[in-house]
C-alpha cells in the first residue's frame, strides 16, 4: 500500500506547524520548505481548514497554524480524510466487484484484518510524535536510505 502524495503533504504541512507553534507559517514558506509547489499546497491548507485542523489568516501578519494541539491529532485521522481510497483489491467494493474468487476467496478478510491493523497503528500515533525531528548522532549527515528487496525467480 502506498499513501497518495497529496497525503503525504498533507502531513508535512501538519509537522512543519507542529515544529513552530509559536509563529504563522504562510505557504510560500513551506512550499519552498518542501519543495512543492504553492498551488498544490493551497489544496491541501484548505482542505485542513475545512477539516479544522488549521487556521488560516490572509493579509500582512497572516499564514497558517495548528488549531488543535499536535498531540491531540492523531495520524490515522488525518489519513483516512486525505486517502480517497483504502481498497486494496477489486473485492474490497461490492458494488463493483466482479471476481469469480470472491465466494470462496479468503483473500479479502486478510487484506481487511491488515488494513484494520496498519489504521490502528496509524491512530495510536499523533501529530506529536511525527513532528519531532529524528535523533541522529552529532556531525552525521542524513542521507536517503535505499532498501533492495529480495528478487523472486520465475520459473518458465
Request: net charge positive; aromatic share 4%; with cysteine.
Amino acid at each position: 500500500m502506498r499513501l497518495s502524495e497529496y497525503s503525504d503533504y498533507t502531513l508535512r504541512v501538519l509537522m512543519c506547524c507542529a515544529r513552530e507553534p509559536e509563529r504563522r507559517l504562510t505557504i510560500a514558506e513551506i512550499a519552498e520548505s518542501l519543495q512543492v509547489s504553492k498551488n498544490h499546497l493551497m489544496k491541501i491548507v484548505n482542505d485542513l481548514a475545512r477539516q479544522e485542523l488549521l487556521e488560516t489568516t490572509r493579509g500582512r501578519g497572516g499564514g497558517l497554524r495548528l488549531l488543535k494541539a499536535p498531540a491531540a491529532i492523531r495520524v490515522g485521522d488525518v489519513l483516512r480524510n486525505s486517502e480517497t481510497d483504502f481498497r486494496m483489491v477489486e473485492c474490497f467494493d461490492l458494488t463493483s466487484d466482479t471476481c469469480t474468487l470472491t465466494p470462496s476467496c479468503r483473500l479479502r478478510g486478510v487484506l481487511q484484518k491488515a488494513l484494520s491493523a496498519y489504521l490502528a497503528e496509524l491512530d495510536s500515533v499523533t501529530l506529536a510524535d511525527i513532528a519531532k525531528p529524528a535523533s541522529r548522532p552529532a556531525g552525521t549527515v542524513l542521507r536517503s536510505v535505499s532498501i533492495a528487496l529480495p528478487r523472486t525467480r520465475r520459473t518458465a
